[in-house]
């Protein structure tokens, strides 16, 4: 699984990017011409130092100002080289071949000896490497160009540095600051660009690379690099080969970036298999690493040291076993948790049954209630059809008592002395029940009695209750249907008003038969209005000197009533009663 497959970006493509547009800009400035301008100020650099270390060498002066082909002719031999490191590290070239050509003056740069220099520059070569300084080939004496030059000029210059480092005493790590191939074998310090070095510490913080696989890796050129996947080749290769100037800043901030983005999401990564251990996937024996649940990728299998490996298994381990004792605490909380439901469950379940059982023994005892409440209203509404009957009945009973008693009664009442007539003498002899003995004077001094019979006869004491109390029946008669008459007969004061209306000024005890029977009737009417709705109205009226006046008429004074009765009493009468069942 590759580093693309880590992360959402291509970092390969991130750093083409910047370097595009990088170059965009450089073209713009034309990069060759300062390219040319920077090597020549390396180049002059270089020479002066040597002049200044060594001097002149074999009657030979290197100029201040050397082109590429003085500077390299001059350092062909190899003396001056060997000298000036022998300054810096006395007996790093044990021997130097001093030919007796080196007093000629050979202006075509023609070989003073192959021998001489092939063995001066390889003494020369060697030891540097044993410094772990950049170094060159033979060859480039040879072949000269820019390249060849710039080789031989930044191997001068890192023996420069290292000359100062050393003349400062030597205190702390020597790295060399310029543009240079580093060695290759067996290096005791790394070689890193100052600019380059916090994202190259960052990078092999992030991917634990050893030293030798970082050097190892700066022989690789970008492009394989590039098609390998390997961030640390590409960027590696990319820097080996260009000057300090030319990585701008804002290139290394990029990467800086990207290496900070990568580092967060593997950060991120870890966290989320800490957090989520069941779910991320066991590595396998080809140290490459599967998708998690929810397809995030995990690790990848382009990490190719040992010293990673064995980091990522140590990390494995160690949070395998951290997940697992979590695991194994979460599973005791989880069977715990799953042990109370279960108990919790069985007591609902014990009391759902409980419920159940009493919820049926209600719906027993309810349906037993509801059978009996239902023959029990059966048994009610029998009772109320026999009720009815015997009510019905009880009412023609009760009508065929009061036939029997008589459709016509009278009724006699002796009214009694008014006050300012107590000297008077009455003419009834007796009363008894329904008789009533008057004495009738003689004029011859012999009285006579005389004997007459009602219904009832009621003596002067009799109380207005007393009167209305034979009557009340009736009441019920008209609630029956049937029609009923009750009037009083009577010569003038004789006390008829009295006793159908009561005297002028009521009382409940001198209410008269009238007020009575519409109290009753009213009474009557409410008591059954459950079974029965009656429309009750009244009319008052007055017949006298054989002229019928309507006494409840409101259109007129005592409007006179059309028709003529024989009658000169007032009458009451109950004329509608509508029966409803
Ligand atoms: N039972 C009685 N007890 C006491 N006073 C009575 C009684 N009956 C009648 N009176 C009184 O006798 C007087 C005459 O009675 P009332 O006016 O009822 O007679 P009436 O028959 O209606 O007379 P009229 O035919 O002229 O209208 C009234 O003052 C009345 O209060």
Known sequence: MTTEEVLPFSVASVLEEVLQQNGARSRVIDLASRKAEEAALRRYEAAMWLRRTVGVVGGKDLPAQPSEEEFRLALRSG???CNVLNKIQPGAVPKVVEGPSDSVIIPD????????????????????????????????????????????????????????????????????????????????????????EPFMNSFSRTLSVGENSLDSDLSNDLSEAGSSGNLNSLVRAFLSDRKQE??????????????????RRLTSQNE???????????????????????????????????????????????????????????????????????????????????????????????????NNFGKHLHSLASAASG????????????????DLKGNIRVYCRVRPFL?????????????????????????????????????????????????????????????????VCIFAYGQTGSGKTFTMTGPKELTEESLGVNYRALSDLFVLANQRKDTISYDISVQMLEIYNEQVRDLLVTDGLNKRYPSSYDLTCMLFCIVQCILYC
Request: with cysteine; proline share 3%.
């Open 272 to 370: 989320q298999m800490k957090a989520a251990p069941t779910e991320v996937a066991v590595s396998v024996p080809d140290n490459s690493l599967t998708r998690s649940s929810s397809g995030d990728v995990v690790m990848e299998d382009e990490f190719p040291t040992k010293e990673k490996m064995e980091v990522s298994a140590r990390e494995c381990d160690d949070q395998n076993h951290y997940h697992d004792k979590e695991s194994k605490t979460q599973l005791l909380k989880r069977q715990m948790l799953v042990e109370l439901q279960q108990r919790n469950i069985m007591e609902l379940k014990q009391t759902l049954h409980i419920t159940k059982e009493g919820m049926q023994l209600l719906q027993v005892k309810y349906q037993e209630e509801f």
């Open 246 to 263: 030319e990585i701008p800043s804002v290139v290394e901030s990029m990467l800086n970036k990207v290496m900070e983005e990568f580092e």
């Open 387 to 402: 009720y009815q009957r015997v009510l019905e009945e009880n009412r023609k009973l009760y009508n065929q008592v009061q």
């Open 79 to 81: 003396i001056v080289l």
């Open 109 to 196: 740069g023609a070989a003073l000896s192959a021998f001489q220099y092939f063995e001066n520059v390889r003494n020369f070569l060697v030891a540097v490497e044993e410094l772990g300084l950049p170094t060159f080939e033979a060859s480039d004496f040879e072949q000269g160009g820019k390249s060849a030059t710039a080789r031989i000029i930044n191997c001068v210059l890192a023996l420069k540095s290292y000359s100062e480092w050393k003349q400062s005493g030597g205190h702390g790590s020597w790295k060399f600051g310029a543009n240079g191939k580093p060695s290759s074998a067996g290096a005791g310090k790394p070689f890193m660009r100052k600019n380059s």
């Open 419 to 483: 006050n300012g007539q107590p000297n008077l003498v009455t003419t009834v002899d007796s009363v008894e029940e329904g008789n009533i003995v008057i004495t009738i004077p003689s004029k011859y001094g012999k009285e006579s009695r005389r004997l007459f019979s009602f219904n009832k006869v009621f003596g002067p004491a009799a109380t207005q209750a007393a009167v209305f109390e034979d009557t009340q029946a009736l009441i019920r008669s008209v609630l029956d249907g049937y029609n």
